[in-house]
């Protein structure tokens, strides 16, 4: 069965960093992709960014201020977030999709996380 948890979330003033964690465990295969995703309230989920076969993809709104990146030997998927904004502020999931290809529909991934919230104070 597979297992993912995030961490790392919490509470930052507007324009500090803060670096997600998102452990897998269970059937985990290296090359599927692994997407982050937010959901701030009375919104849908939406994507964030993701890694996959060729590459790491990003929502235009966190081009630039956010980086995923991925230890396969310690099977964790990372979101370093910097120049938070308080519209960053969400509950983060981490998701794994069985293709090693991304997309940014949260359906389209089989596998998610309890989440972490991030709050971004002005």
């Known amino acids: 069965q597979v297992q993912l948890v995030e961490s790392g979330g919490g509470l930052v003033q507007a324009g500090n960093s803060l670096t997600l964690s998102c452990a897998v465990s269970?059937?985990?295969?290296?090359?599927?992709?692994k997407g982050w995703f937010r959901q701030a309230p009375g919104k849908e989920r939406e994507f964030v960014a993701a890694v996959d076969w060729s590459g790491t993809h990003y929502a235009d709104s966190v081009k630039g201020r956010f980086t995923i990146s991925r230890d396969n030997a310690k099977n964790t998927v990372y979101l370093q977030m910097s120049t938070l904004e308080p519209e960053d502020t969400a509950v983060y999931y981490c998701?794994?999709?069985?293709?090693?290809?991304?997309?940014?529909?949260?359906?389209?991934?089989?596998?998610w996380g309890q989440g972490t919230q991030v709050t971004v104070s002005v």
């Open positions: 998701e794994m999709r069985v293709r090693t290809y991304y997309s940014v529909a949260p359906d389209d991934y089989t596998y």
């Open positions: 269970g059937r985990t295969i290296s090359t599927y992709a």
